[in-house]
C-alpha cells in the first residue's frame, strides 16, 4: 500500500474528501500499528466556508498548521474535551482542510479499544458506535493538539 504524496492533498478540498474515503489511515503508536478505513469526511474551505475556522483568511495563532503547506494534520479541540482530525489540502497559504468524521478498524483492535474505554469490554453497542465521530477517531488513535502540525507524508501518522 503506498502512502498519498503531498500532491495528493495539493489539489481541491471537496475532491480530496471524496477521494479519501476508502483509504486507510495509520497511526504508529509505540511501535505499533493503529490503522483504519476512512468511512466519512468533510471538507472546509477557508476563503468561502463560514464554518472553517480560517473563514475569509482569518489567521490566528489556532488556524496557523491550515496555512502550512499541504499534508499535514490539523487538530484542534473542540467543546474543551475533543480533538479533531483534518488534513490540510489545497496550496500553502490557501487555508482548506479534510475532517476526517469516521474510520472502520482495521489494525490494533486492542490498543485502540483501551484508548477509547478504557478496560471495558467492547459491547455490541460500543463496537457499533466505535469510530462513527471525530472525536472517537482521535481517541482512539491518541492524537491530541501535541500533534497538531505532524506531515502525513511522514512515519507517525498517514493514509
Same mark, same amino acid.
Given at each position: 500500500?503506498?502512502?498519498?504524496?503531498?500532491? *495528493?492533498?495539493?489539489?481541491?478540498?471537496?475532491?480530496?474528501?471524496?477521494?479519501?474515503?476508502?483509504?486507510?489511515?495509520?497511526?504508529?503508536?509505540?511501535?505499533? *500499528?493503529?490503522?483504519?478505513?476512512? +468511512?466519512?469526511?468533510?471538507?472546509?474551505? /477557508?476563503?468561502?466556508?463560514? !464554518?472553517?475556522?480560517?473563514?475569509?483568511?482569518?489567521? +490566528?495563532?489556532?488556524?496557523?498548521?491550515?496555512?502550512?503547506? @499541504?499534508?499535514?494534520?490539523?487538530?484542534?479541540?473542540?467543546?474543551?474535551?475533543?480533538?479533531?482530525?483534518? *488534513?490540510?489540502?489545497?496550496?500553502?497559504?490557501?487555508?482548506?482542510?479534510?475532517?476526517?468524521?469516521?474510520?472502520? @478498524?482495521?489494525?490494533?483492535?486492542?490498543?485502540?479499544?483501551?484508548?477509547?474505554?478504557?478496560?471495558?469490554?467492547?459491547?455490541?453497542?460500543?463496537?457499533?458506535?466505535?469510530?462513527? /465521530?471525530?472525536?472517537?477517531?482521535?481517541? !482512539?488513535?491518541?492524537? +491530541?493538539? !501535541?500533534?497538531? /502540525?505532524?506531515?502525513?507524508?511522514?512515519?507517525?501518522? *498517514?493514509?
Amino acid at each position: 500500500m503506498a502512502r498519498l504524496s503531498r500532491e *495528493f492533498y495539493n489539489q481541491d478540498t471537496v475532491e480530496a474528501a471524496r477521494q479519501l474515503l476508502g483509504k486507510v489511515l495509520v497511526r504508529r503508536l509505540d511501535g505499533e *500499528f493503529l490503522a483504519g478505513r476512512i +468511512t466519512e469526511t468533510e471538507a472546509y474551505i /477557508g476563503r468561502c466556508d463560514k !464554518a472553517c475556522h480560517a473563514y475569509n483568511y482569518r489567521k +490566528t495563532a489556532r488556524t496557523a498548521t491550515l496555512y502550512k503547506p @499541504p499534508g499535514h494534520a490539523y487538530i484542534y479541540l473542540i467543546y474543551g474535551m475533543y480533538h479533531c482530525l483534518n *488534513f490540510v489540502t489545497e496550496p500553502e497559504n490557501e487555508p482548506a482542510a479534510v475532517l476526517i468524521r469516521g474510520l472502520s @478498524p482495521l489494525a490494533g483492535l486492542e490498543t485502540m479499544r483501551r484508548l477509547r474505554y478504557g478496560d471495558k469490554p467492547l459491547t455490541p453497542y460500543r463496537e457499533k458506535n466505535f469510530l462513527n /465521530g471525530p472525536g472517537k477517531v482521535c481517541r !482512539a488513535l491518541s492524537l +491530541t493538539k !501535541a500533534e497538531n /502540525g505532524l506531515d502525513l507524508t511522514g512515519e507517525t501518522l *498517514f493514509v
